[in-house]
């Protein structure tokens, strides 16, 4: 348990950083450049075999362990993420360009908001089935999903947390509907990450194994 809780912490840290260039780039007027930057943490994450719940929950099985070991994941990769957020919030440029980049989400109609949160969890997904099935060898069609999924302005709920706390504001309504939509970001995120899974395993022939 104590090694899947930093896992989970230094996976939240890693997607959180990911963030910070983001918006650092997006600042310096080089978005192009941060959606490049962000697939460094998921290619760290995958490398060093970190706990991040956008790559490990279309794996679930409906079992209480599974469950549990997923929630305390989803928990820590929050603090990870979290922590570098309160960094970012200090940094005037940052806050409040996150800040503007969470208050759009509220602009979107929630139907949408959730889809976006299914085809982000769908090519999560499917960057950790490329990655396993090219047994670690290929990178770069994880560089590709991750600019795929930032560019399509697809929502992913671990970054989402980090740019929640880094233009964490006081403004009637940022917090509490800030929290409504991440829990939608990790329903949408789930489903899609579940759905992509099923239908590989469906159409896998286990016998060519």
């Not at 060898?137 to 929502?155: D, Q």
Request: net charge positive; hydrophobic share 55%.
């Amino acid at each position: 348990m104590r090694q899947n809780i930093f896992k989970s912490i230094l996976a939240g840290l890693l997607i959180g950083i990911a963030g910070f260039a983001y918006l650092f780039s997006c600042v310096k007027g080089y978005p192009i450049l941060g959606m490049f930057l962000f697939s460094l943490a998921l290619i760290s994450i995958f490398i060093l075999q970190q706990n991040l719940f956008t790559g490990k929950i279309g794996f679930a099985k409906p079992k209480w362990e599974s469950i549990s070991f997923l929630l305390v994941i989803l928990a820590f990769n929050c603090i990870g993420a979290f922590l570098v957020g309160v960094v970012a919030r200090f940094i005037p440029d940052l806050h409040d360009y996150a800040k503007t980049l969470f208050l759009a989400k509220f602009d979107k109609p929630i139907w949408l908001e959730f889809l976006n949160a299914v085809l982000c969890g769908f090519i999560i997904h499917l960057s950790v089935l490329l990655y396993r099935k090219s047994e670690g060898k290929h990178l770069l069609p994880i560089v590709m999903c991750i600019m795929c999924f930032i560019v399509s302005g697809f929502e992913h709920c671990i970054a989402d947390m980090f740019y929640f706390m880094a233009g964490i504001t006081t403004e009637s309504g940022y917090i509490w509907k800030g929290v409504l939509y991440l829990l939608l970001f990790i329903a949408g995120n789930s489903v899609g990450s579940l759905v992509l899974n099923i239908i590989y395993e469906l159409g896998f022939d286990k016998k060519k194994e």
